[in-house]
């Protein structure tokens, strides 16, 4: 997908400021050049110091790796690989990120969200042989 153009960034829960960037580059860089205080960490998409949550638009993030599937479908955006398609609607900084992160005790993991073995890992070798006799006994 190539991109190229400006597009018109909204920044929602900034009063509404509007910013115009360059659709080829990614959004963490060409927003803090118009100095929008953004934090940031890798700026390769490894970790999510910079997520924001995209409430319109549409962005090319095909770098990122450090969002789940359900980051993404609750509309989270890494912005420093993240490039506008569209004009886009952003919320930044922490109060955006109440779906970012899940809270084990309101939100626990289903079952098959646990990787094998991670809960209860299988005994083995002498631990298997101590645990079958101390049932025995």
Same mark, same amino acid.
């Given at each position: 997908?190539?991109v !190229?153009?400006?597009?018109?960034?909204?920044?929602?829960?900034?009063?509404?400021a509007?910013?115009?960037?360059?659709?080829?580059?990614?959004?963490? /860089?060409?927003?803090? /050049?118009?100095?929008?205080?953004?934090?940031?960490?890798?700026?390769?998409?490894?970790?999510?110091?910079?997520?924001?949550?995209?409430?319109? $638009?549409?962005? +090319?993030?095909?770098? @990122?790796?450090?969002?789940?599937?359900r980051?993404?479908?609750? $509309?989270?955006?890494?912005?420093?690989?993240?490039?506008?398609?569209? +004009?886009c609607?952003?919320?930044?900084?922490?109060? !955006?990120? +109440?779906?970012?992160?899940?809270?084990?005790?309101?939100?626990?993991?289903?079952?098959?969200?646990?990787?094998? $073995?991670?809960?209860?890992?299988?005994? !083995?070798?002498?631990?298997?042989?101590? @645990?079958? @006799?101390?049932? /025995?006994?």
């Amino acid at each position: 997908m190539v991109v !190229s153009g400006t597009r018109t960034i909204t920044i929602a829960n900034r009063a509404g400021a509007t910013y115009k960037v360059e659709a080829r580059r990614p959004l963490l /860089e060409t927003l803090r /050049e118009q100095g929008v205080d953004l934090p940031y960490g890798c700026k390769y998409g490894g970790c999510i110091t910079c997520a924001a949550l995209l409430t319109a $638009g549409e962005v +090319d993030q095909r770098r @990122q790796v450090a969002l789940n599937n359900r980051q993404i479908n609750n $509309g989270y955006v890494l912005l420093c690989v993240a490039r506008a398609v569209t +004009d886009c609607t952003l919320e930044i900084g922490v109060e !955006s990120h +109440d779906k970012l992160y899940r809270n084990p005790f309101l939100d626990p993991l289903e079952p098959h969200e646990l990787k094998a $073995g991670i809960a209860a890992p299988a005994p !083995s070798g002498r631990e298997a042989v101590g @645990q079958r @006799q101390n049932k /025995e006994t």
